[in-house]
């Protein structure tokens, strides 16, 4: 069984940045698809980013490309996100998923797994 941890969120004030981290435990994920979703109150789960297996395959919503980075690193069993240029607008739940055979999808139902959540709030 695989578990995810997500860690890194917290409050950032309009223009700042934030890392977010995923900790995968109870099998390696070198094979896996991992993702990023963010969710907030009243609203379906919003793909974010993904990535492939070793890094170099990534996809991003329109909303934050640019802003925001995926990576991997599968020595470590993690996967991270980089958030910069962060607006009101970004705040949400985020959650880290991940699956084999997601090929690093933009559907929320093509990951198996998924971590508890961290919250990120961006005050104006």
């Known amino acids: 069984q695989v578990q995810l941890v997500e860690s890194g969120g917290g409050l950032v004030q309009a223009g700042g940045s934030l890392r977010l981290s995923c900790a995968a435990s109870g099998r390696s994920l070198s094979r896996y698809s991992m993702a990023w979703f963010r969710q907030t109150p009243g609203k379906e789960r919003e793909f974010v980013a993904a990535v492939g297996w070793f890094g170099g395959s990534t996809r991003y919503a329109d909303s934050v490309k640019g802003r925001f980075a995926i990576s991997r690193d599968n020595a470590k069993n993690t996967a991270s996100l980089q958030m910069n240029s962060l607006q009101p607008e970004d705040t949400a739940v985020y959650y880290c998923?991940?699956?084999?055979?997601?090929?690093?999808?933009?559907?929320?139902?093509?990951?198996?797994?998924w971590g508890q959540g961290t919250t990120v709030t961006v005050s104006s």
């Open positions: 998923a991940a699956d084999q055979r997601a090929a690093y999808g933009m559907e929320a139902n093509e990951y198996r797994y």
